[in-house]
């Protein structure tokens, strides 16, 4: 029959609903309107596609959208300068620095350097020790979203055995972290975890985003097992053909065997844009709750 496809697009679309429909009641109740500052140095291709796109989506959510582009050359002085006024500005309830940055910038000090309370990225090392203390804080925007999309299931999760394949900062531990709040009962591989085929195959959960192309091999899914794969990776055309995207989990192998699974792209790429905007959100209202 085939696991059942985890639609990452139409859970975004109805968390982006709601979002804008909670911005609108804030600005009517109190005249606040939340405002997201992304910050770009340098012009790498896919990331002033991925900052046009979080523009557009801030906007259409009722927030106020502010973007700050810095060439390349930018020194780290110069950014945290900018971060700085950004933390001063009333107007703004998140920032968020789009990642890679150039050489020349420690990327851990500029993310240290933004406001615990306006790091919508959930990065900084306050909201990392409030989420892994159960204290709330701000969680990343990817591993949110994946969790969003298991509970679109709403199938008991009390108890199972999760897997997370990958121990990134970004996702591999806050997604821990949050299944762990779920009282899952949660293990962690990575790439070079021993016998990692037989981890996966007491996974009722597995969560991959270790960054290899189809790594996951179908027969390493239990049987009705829920699959979630971060992965986006760009696999080179094929003769006469074109490049294309595919997860960390070989797709087709593994809705075989499956009980649900979120397909690349569609699944959890569509979360993390839906995500910033429920954070920005999140941060508004409880920074003017204080």
Known sequence: ??????????????????????????????GIQPGLAVVLVGN?????????SKGRSTVEAGMRSF?????????????LAVIARLN??????????????????????VLQAVDPAKDVDGFHPINVGRVATGAGGIVPCTPYGSLLLIKSLNRPLVGLDALIVGRS????KPMVQLLLGEQCTV????????????????ADILVAAVGRPEMIRGDWIKPGA?????????????????????GDVAFEEARAVAGAITPVPGGVGPMTIACLLHNTLQAARERRAR
């Not at 029959?1 to 109190?30: C, F, P, Q, T, W």
């Not at 001063?88 to 000090?109: E, F, H, R, W």
């Open 1 to 30: 029959m085939g696991a059942e496809i985890i639609d990452g697009k139409a859970v975004a679309a109805n968390l982006r609903r709601d979002v804008a429909a909670r911005v609108a009641e804030l600005k009517a109740s109190y």
């Open 44 to 52: 790498d291709p896919a990331s002033e596609v991925y900052v046009g």
């Open 67 to 79: 973007e700050y582009r810095l060439p390349d050359t930018t020194t780290q002085a110069e950014l």
């Open 88 to 109: 001063a500005d009333d107007s703004v309830d998140g920032i968020l620095v789009q990642l890679p940055l150039p050489k020349q910038i420690d990327s851990t000090v």
């Open 169 to 172: 900062n970004i996702v591999g």
């Open 187 to 202: 293990t962690v591989a990575h790439s070079k975890t021993r016998n990692l085929p037989w981890h996966c195959r007491q």
């Open 226 to 246: 829920i699959v979630i794969d971060v992965g986006i990776n760009r696999l080179p055309p094929e003769a006469g053909g074109k490049s294309r995207l595919v």
